[in-house]
C-alpha cells in the first residue's frame, strides 16, 4: 500500500479505523503511525502493524476517500523529541 498520511476516526485497544486515500485490500498487512498528543510539551508516536480486516468507500469534502478498519497486532511507542539514553 505505501505511505499515506490521513486521520484516525477511531482507535481502541484491539484496532483503529483509518482514513486513506488509497483503496486498501482486506487481508493486507500495513504498518501505520499514529501521533499521540499535541501539547508544549511535546508528543509520541505509537508505530503500529495490523492486517486490515474491511473497508468502505466514503466521501470527505466531495472526495472518494476509504475508511478501513485495521487490527493494532504491533505496536512501539517512538518519541523523536526524547533524549537519548544514557
Given at each position: 500500500?505505501?505511505?499515506?498520511?490521513?486521520?484516525?476516526?477511531?482507535?481502541?485497544?484491539?484496532?483503529?479505523?483509518?482514513i486513506s486515500e488509497q483503496e486498501p485490500h482486506v487481508?493486507?498487512?500495513?504498518?501505520?503511525?499514529?501521533?499521540?498528543?499535541?501539547?508544549?510539551?511535546?508528543?509520541?508516536?505509537?508505530?503500529?502493524?495490523?492486517?486490515?480486516?474491511?473497508?468502505?468507500?466514503?466521501?470527505?469534502?466531495?472526495?472518494?476517500?476509504?475508511?478501513?478498519?485495521?487490527?493494532?497486532d504491533l505496536r512501539q511507542f517512538v518519541r523523536p523529541?526524547?533524549?537519548?539514553?544514557?
Open positions: 500500500m505505501g505511505y499515506a498520511a490521513g486521520p484516525n476516526k477511531n482507535i481502541g485497544s484491539g484496532g483503529v479505523l483509518l487481508g493486507e498487512v500495513i504498518e501505520y503511525l499514529i501521533t499521540l498528543g499535541n501539547s508544549p510539551e511535546g508528543s509520541a508516536e505509537l508505530r503500529c502493524g495490523g492486517t486490515v480486516l474491511r473497508f468502505r468507500q466514503v466521501y470527505s469534502a466531495g472526495q472518494p476517500v476509504f475508511e478501513m478498519a485495521v487490527t493494532m523529541e526524547a533524549a537519548p539514553l544514557l
